[in-house]
């Protein structure tokens, strides 16, 4: 009988035992997740502390500047991967890279492309050379290109090749912020740079004439370059406008110098738009009123970018200001596919080109 006691008092002794022992473990437990929890709370209040103190401010001085510099066409450099020194990696094997300077603080990217029959010649040779080369009284054509990428787009050489197989010279820059050269673009910066090339080659060209083609945003350029010469008693030999755009006409949305803007509800009362402070005008209508130049206007009927509509209208509008003898307007069916880059691809285009400079 007491052997029995003492067994059930060491069975309860021993349960008891178990059972304060899982009640600490289950404390000990307890106390291990609230500490965690606090740990988690704590965390996740230093992030706020952070987002609220530092990440805010930081994003209200820093991210206007952010979109700005990445809403810019001219900042993404395409095509990717291509050296603009070496020309000749794109089979522009008689063109030189250079850089001038347009105005204090401003360097222009350049190619100059001599005339297919000189390539022989070209090999190895420096700047001077090429130089010397514009006075040889071929005719010089300067290509001003749009509002996208840089001198080395496939449709740009192409329009080099094409004019250097024809006999002619082609000097093609990047405007200001544009591929390699410094700056940032505006409407009088770029037309202060295609002035400053016009004159650079004016005076190494001797009695050679020079071409001014514009494509696209280049089209705006030539023509406000135009009229600022025509300011200083000045005349371009022969203007080429291929898929001219028309402000006066045409709904432009957003600033050509802008890739795209994101628009959030609120957004324009943190951040202002990138181009408030940079707006264009190109006033190709008004300017095209006052040229007394020779004009070709080339459009592809299917161009995505300007309607053909507007084209015969800028047509008119420069035929009727002067006459359509010296204003002519090419058309490319819309079957082919051109859009707005593609016309230098066009077999009969060696032949209008040419049939333009001999009326020059």
Known sequence: MDEVVVESLAVCWVSSSHTSSLTRLVSIEYATASIYRSRGWLKKGLVALFVIFIVVPFSL????????????????????????????????????????????????????????????????????????????????????????????????????????????????????????????????????????????????????????????????????????????????????LEGAFNSARQNIPVNPFYWYYWKFPGMGYLYPVPWANNICVFPTEENLKKM??????????????VPFEIAQQTYEVAASAQNKERVKLVTFDGSHGYLHNGLYRDSKLPDIIRTFVESL
């Open 61 to 240: 001085i820093m991210l206007p500047e952010l979109i700005q510099h990445f809403a810019h066409t001219h900042r993404i450099r395409l095509p990717f991967f291509v050296d603009l020194n070496r020309p000749a990696e794109l089979s522009l094997n008689h063109t030189i890279n250079m850089y001038l300077t347009s105005e204090e603080g401003i360097s222009l990217g350049v190619w100059h492309t001599v005339p297919e029959s000189l390539w022989k010649e070209a090999q190895g040779k420096d700047l001077a050379w090429y130089q010397n080369t514009l006075s040889d009284d071929n005719l010089v054509f300067i290509y001003l290109h749009g509002n996208t990428g840089t001198r080395a787009f496939p449709h740009r050489v192409g329009v080099a090749k094409l004019l250097s197989a024809l006999g002619y010279h082609v000097l093609v820059p990047d405007y200001r912020g544009f591929g390699d050269s410094t700056g940032e673009p505006t409407e009088p910066g770029l037309t202060t740079d295609a002035l400053y090339l016009y004159n650079w080659v004016k005076a190494r060209s001797g009695n050679s004439l020079v071409v001014i083609w514009g494509h696209s945003l280049g089209t705006g350029v030539a023509t406000n370059t135009a009229v600022k010469l025509l300011e200083q008693g000045v005349v371009f030999d022969g203007v080429i």
């Open 292 to 305: 007394k130049s020779p004009i070709l206007f080339l459009h592809s009927e299917d161009d995505h970018l």
